[in-house]
Every structure is written in structure tokens, then in C-alpha cells.
Nanobody, 123 residues
Framework: EVHIVESGGGLVQPGESLTLSCTAS????????MTWVRQSPGKGLEWVAD????????NYGDSVKGRFTVSRDNAKNTVYLQMTSLEPEDTAVYYC????????????????RGKGTLVTVSS
């Protein structure tokens, strides 16, 4: 059974940094592209970042490019999202998701997703 658990969310002030973690189990972690998405209050899901199965390649949404960095440690079955220069507009529940395969760019569906971790950016 696939399990995906996000952690690291919290309340931060504008301009600060925060790193989210996502630990997965129930599948061969290093064989799959992983994705971060977020959902702000009253809005739909927004794609944040993808990372290839080996961690060599990353893609980012325009709203976070240059501020967020996605990485992974396949030995720990964990993917990270390092967020810097946080803005109130980054307030959202952040979800980590598994793609259905290892294709790159990440065009395959997200077949499993965690329950999310809340990030609040406010002064």
C-alpha cells in the first residue's frame, strides 16, 4: 500500500524560508517522478515542481521559479521542497504526489498524493 506523508509546514513571516519533506513507502521510490502541488484557500490545485526519478532534472511553476528548490534522497525515500523568499501568496496546503511513471517531462498522472502540510505566510 502506498503511503505519502508530508511534513515541515508552519507559520512563517514574509521573506523567510521553510523546507518541506515528503516521505513515501509502498513502492520503489527511485523509479518514479515526484511532484509538489499546492492549494490556496478557495483556489484549485496549482502545480509547484517536479523532480525526475533520479533527481537530476527539475521543473518549476512560474510563480515559484527562482525561489523554490526541489530535491530528493532516494536512499531515504524522501523528497524535499526548499522554499525561500516566501510571500503571503505562497500560503497553501502543500501536497506531495507520486507520478504514474518516470517519464520526463512529467506528463503522467499523479496517482497517489499525501494529505498535505499547511504553510502560512503572514506577518
Amino acid at each position: 500500500e502506498v503511503h505519502i506523508v508530508e511534513s515541515g509546514g508552519g507559520l512563517v513571516q514574509p521573506g523567510e524560508s521553510l523546507t518541506l519533506s515528503c516521505t513515501a513507502s509502498g513502492f520503489v521510490f527511485g523509479m518514479y517522478t515526484m511532484t509538489w502541488v499546492r492549494q490556496s484557500p478557495g483556489k484549485g490545485l496549482e502545480w509547484v515542481a517536479d523532480i525526475s526519478n533520479g533527481g537530476v532534472s527539475q521543473n518549476y511553476g512560474d510563480s515559484v521559479k527562482g525561489r523554490f528548490t526541489v530535491s530528493r534522497d532516494n536512499a531515504k525515500n524522501t523528497v524535499y521542497l526548499q522554499m525561500t523568499s516566501l510571500e503571503p501568496e505562497d500560503t497553501a496546503v502543500y501536497y506531495c504526489a507520486k507520478r504514474a511513471g518516470s517519464a520526463w517531462p512529467a506528463l503522467e498522472v499523479m496517482d497517489y498524493r499525501g494529505k498535505g502540510t499547511l504553510v502560512t505566510v503572514s506577518s
